[in-house]
């Protein structure tokens, strides 16, 4: 009858705790590190540095077509006053991070900047970042959102709409806009092909 090798069963307990420890203290420095990241000071300097790529990122998201597009409405410019000064910290630093691996996947997959890619590379381009970006479902994305702040793809989807929506081209070329709205019209009838109001 075979009895079991006490030392080699001890040795093996002792290899998978000692084991478990280290994936879990990797796990824990991994998490920190990450956490650090996302809640240093950022780099917002850089972001002024970057309004020609802003400018053709929105573009790819609002291109002109009968309206003007977001490069035309300035929409690079408005999205780095946005980012400095009216978003949380997390997600500036998740935007300034994105823009930078956003440059490494176009040299890495095509070799060329974003600026000078095609638009069927550009939208592609963006595809892979909204698809990377996208958040867990339920629970754990809500709480992935809040400790982490937007994606980067999020952040400048939001922030490209409501820079053209703002601006003086997208308020009053791409929208229906009256400077000085009248009375109260609960039901107002809309004609045939109507743009959405800029003013409520």
């Known amino acids: 009858m075979l009895t079991p ?7 093996r307990r002792v290899f998978v705790k000692r084991l478990s420890l280290g994936i ?5 420095a991994w998490g920190g590190f990450t956490v650090y990241q996302i809640r240093k000071h950022p780099e917002l300097s850089s972001i002024d540095a970057q309004i020609t790529l802003l400018d053709e990122l929105a573009e790819t998201i609002i291109p002109q077509t009968d309206t003007p597009g977001a490069k035309a409405a300035g929409c690079g410019a408005i999205i780095a006053i946005l980012i400095k000064d009216c978003t949380d910290r997390s997600s500036q630093n ?6 930078d691996a956003l440059k490494d996947y176009c040299q890495s997959q095509y070799d060329t900047p974003f600026e000078e890619l095609s638009v069927e590379r550009r939208i592609a381009v963006l595809q892979h970042f909204e698809a990377k970006g996208k958040p867990a479902a339920g629970m ?3 709480a992935q959102r809040k400790l982490m702040g937007d994606s980067f793809f999020t952040t400048l989807k939001n922030l490209t709409v409501t820079a053209w929506c703002t601006s003086k081209a997208g308020a ?7 400077y000085i709205p009248g009375a109260y019209i609960a039901d107002a009838p ?9 003013t409520q």
């Open 190 to 198: 809309l004609q045939p092909g109507q743009h959405s109001w800029a």
């Open 24 to 28: 879990a203290g990797i796990a824990a």
């Open 5 to 11: 090798n006490k030392t080699a069963t001890g040795n």
């Open 140 to 142: 754990l994305g809500k």
């Open 172 to 178: 009053t070329q791409g929208l229906a806009y009256d």
């Open 94 to 99: 998740r935007f300034i991070d994105g823009l």
